[in-house]
């Protein structure tokens, strides 16, 4: 496909491709600009090794760019934890929370993402109630939110089970958090 929209595209005859919709966005000027040899300095030879294209140029300088911010940019070490989390946020209200769809969603085995919680000092349960427990501290904030509605939101069925469950994280109540001044 892109082989033969070029070619229409250097031929200004993209009205009658199937695809025209689909590389509109390219305009035919910028496709020329892409293959012809990329603007020298004066005095300076163009790279032999590098091709002088403008599209090679720009291909090193995003490259050089993204070797630049890894380098600046080390891993984290909780950044499993937040893909975790990102899998399990939207599954919150859905009730009881298994492990293996959230493996599933990341691409590996429950026993992959037990190991790899486990390097982090973590497990999933650990995961699951910290989620929890900063989105009740958020929603909690609100005072349009009706407790009942909070505690559904997490996956609890019940508000009882919420309300102990918060307590257990906090040593206040719910309404007592919701309460408190400042």
């Not at 590098?50 to 630049?68: C, V, Y």
């Not at 005072?143 to 257990?168: C, H, M, N, Q, T």
Request: with cysteine.
């Amino acid at each position: 496909m892109i082989a033969g929209c070029i070619e229409k595209m250097r031929a200004q005859d993209c009205s009658t491709c199937d695809h025209r919709n689909d590389c509109a966005f390219i305009v035919p000027e910028l496709l020329g600009r892409l293959f012809q040899p990329a603007p020298q300095p004066a005095g300076e030879k163009p790279p032999q090794s590098r091709g002088g294209t403008f599209l090679r140029r720009l291909f090193d300088e995003i490259a050089g760019a993204a070797r630049r911010e890894m380098a600046r940019k080390p891993e984290r070490p909780d950044s499993f934890r937040r893909r975790v989390e990102a899998e399990l946020e939207p599954m919150l209200a859905s009730g009881p929370i298994r492990i293996e769809p959230v493996a599933r969603a990341l691409g590996c085995s429950r026993q992959t993402l037990y190991r790899r919680l486990k390097a982090e000092g973590l497990t999933f349960e650990q995961v699951l109630d910290g989620l929890r427990r900063r989105q009740a501290e958020k929603w909690l904030r609100d005072p349009a939110l009706p407790v009942k509605e909070i505690a559904w939101r997490l996956g609890y069925s019940d508000p009882a089970a919420f309300s102990r469950a918060f307590k257990r994280w906090t040593g206040k109540s719910p309404q007592a958090f919701r309460n408190r001044p400042g």
